[in-house]
């Protein structure tokens, strides 16, 4: 984690508590459920284990936690291995939850035998009815009075198929008077008949996750299980589990605060939601907080990992504004993303004192912020493309872009002076024909006359063809609401039709521009071809928001 940010860490200091009095590894691991894309709220518990463990000289395990077959696809198995990987971090081991299954079946059995497990017969409501609520304690279950040998038969009956789904399940038998509702007595094992990517049909009951994960960290051998602050009042259980389950190692749980995005959707439940009932183009669309969606959109990891560094980790809850996130993007392109134009909403321009079928190439810096990155040539010639709001036929005033009459700078070209507008049937602008005045080329010296307005440009007959995505907030309310859909922003996506300079010929894909006045651009991998390139805005060029 970066050096500014040592005191805001607190898990650091405790690992360093840890060391001191006796720890002699540092054992993390990121642990996700393969049911769904990672977004960047997982980035910053991948960039926090992997670097904790890094810096300590330890050592961080990928672990899926693939405990519901219902919900997990190997898909996303795959999905979260390339995020990682994208990111720059490799895993020390690679586990699965259902690797255990065995080892968790027998601990339950343990759990039976030592009477601190029971099979219960009640339906799921019926259960939770039990179950009490924050101000009135629980009652006991009429099947927590089972013999030990009863609970160990039908056990043994619901891992060989005889019940349905939702027909039993096993509960630990803890307190349910505990003023910590995990703690009464708790589900821990449900019957699912389903296939398994991972273990296929070999199993039909599988352990729920509060019972599945503390076994798992203890038999990895995890020194330090950072979860975020919903499983603070897990950690009883957590401990509980271990403890009861006699497992040699006693990871220790430790919180931290999530992160909270503005404007920004942080569960999976929802942004598969969003994919499910096309709201969005897949979970790689440019407007999804994934990480492939970020990268998809032209994210680095660079700038990902810097972000999560500089928020850094705290106890308690708090909501980051967006932009930040931005900010780092900018930050990162800025020396590395070559500067070039392109015209989004395209109007002509003739430049009529301009010698037909003559083309000039003029120079032009790629990088001003980078002199390492040289010079590139651009075309000019009689025809050019100039933004449709670079042009008013009746300006207010202080407006200084063109407009009949006035003069303004072709940037790296020459200054012209509009002089007629061409207009179709319907009385819309199609055409400018303008006349130029060679001795103003840009790079020459020239110390004339000044002007307000400068405009960027490309040479038509040379023009590459090319499609914009302009992106907004996918959701606008950063509070939520009862029904999150309500708060999706019908125009986050905006898809404009121009042109790039002809030196985007050879433009790859994930390859990175600066167009002037418009932004950071990325070439969307998935859509662009030879014969059109597609550019997904990253991040408009300023913002409001400093650090």
């Known amino acids: 984690m970066s050096e500014n940010n040592t005191s805001s860490n607190f898990i650091k200091h405790i690992i360093k508590e840890d060391l001191a009095n006796g720890y002699n590894e540092i054992v993390t691991r990121f642990p996700p459920e393969p049911n769904g894309y990672l977004h960047i709220g997982h980035a910053k518990s991948i960039v926090l284990n992997f670097e904790l463990a890094d810096e300590f000289g330890g050592r ?12 997990e696809d190997v898909e996303y198995v795959e999905s979260i291995k390339d995020s990682i990987s994208w990111l720059g971090y490799e895993w020390d081991e690679l586990r699965y939850a259902s690797n255990y299954f065995d080892e968790m079946y027998n601990r339950a059995v343990l759990l039976i035998k030592k009477g601190l497990a029971y099979v219960e017969d009640m339906s799921q409501e019926e259960i939770r009815e039990y179950r009490g609520t924050l101000k009135e304690p629980g009652k006991e279950s009429p099947s927590r009075s089972r013999s030990i040998e009863e609970n160990l038969d039908l056990f043994d009956r619901m891992k060989k198929g005889e019940f349905q789904n939702g027909e039993k399940v096993v509960r630990a038998k803890i307190d349910m008077s505990s003023p910590n509702i995990n703690m009464r007595d708790p589900v821990i094992y449900r019957i699912a008949h389903a296939t398994h990517h991972n273990t296929g049909d070999d199993w039909c ?3 729920m996750y509060s019972f599945a994960h503390p076994l798992e960290d203890a038999i990895e051998g995890v020194t330090h299980s950072i979860c975020t602050l919903e499983f603070e009042d897990q950690r009883p259980l957590y401990n509980w589990v271990v403890e009861q389950c006699e497992m040699e190692a006693k990871p220790k749980q430790i919180e931290f605060a999530r992160l909270n995005l503005t404007n920004t959707v942080m569960s999976k439940r929802k942004l598969k939601q969003l994919v499910d009932e096309n709201f969005v183009d897949g979970w790689d669309d440019p407007r999804m907080p994934t990480i492939s969606g970020l990268r998809r959109r032209g994210y680095t990891p660079e700038a990902i990992k810097k972000f999560c560094r500089e928020i850094g980790v705290a106890r308690a809850d708090n909501l980051v504004d967006v932009r930040m996130l931005e900010h780092f993007i900018r930050e990162d392109l800025k020396l590395k993303a070559p500067r070039t134009m392109s015209v989004l909403h395209p109007l002509k321009v003739v430049i009529t004192n301009y010698p037909e079928g003559e083309v000039e190439w003029l120079d032009a810096e790629i990088n001003p912020e980078n002199e390492d990155m040289g010079t590139r040539k651009i075309p000019f010639s009689r025809e050019i493309y100039i933004e449709q709001s670079d042009f008013m036929e009746d300006p207010p005033k202080k407006y200084f872009r063109l407009f009949p009459g006035n003069e303004v700078r072709l940037k790296h070209a ?59 907030s996918l959701i606008l309310d950063e509070k939520g609401g009862s029904d999150f859909l309500e708060q999706v922003n019908p125009n986050s996506l905006e898809v404009a039709s121009g042109y790039v300079e002809q030196n985007m010929s050879d433009a790859k894909e994930n390859d990175k521009f600066q167009f002037f006045r418009h932004g950071y651009f990325n070439v969307d991998p998935n859509d662009s071809t030879d014969e059109k390139l597609v550019f997904n805005r990253i991040v408009e060029l300023k913002s409001s928001f400093k650090l």
Not at 60 to 71: E, I, M, W
Not at 418 to 431: L, P, T
Not at 441 to 460: D, N, P
């Open 60 to 71: 961080t395990n990928l672990r899926f936690d693939d405990t519901n077959p219902l919900k």
């Open 414 to 472: 020459y200054f012209i002076t509009c002089n007629d507008v061409i207009k179709d049937e319907e009385g819309n602008v199609v055409e400018l024909h303008c006349t130029y005045d060679p001795e103003t080329k840009s790079g020459t010296g020239f110390t004339g006359r000044k002007v307000k307005g400068t405009l960027h440009w490309v040479e038509a007959t040379n023009a590459k063809e090319a499609e914009f995505r302009l992106y907004d």
């Open 205 to 207: 009951i599988y352990p």
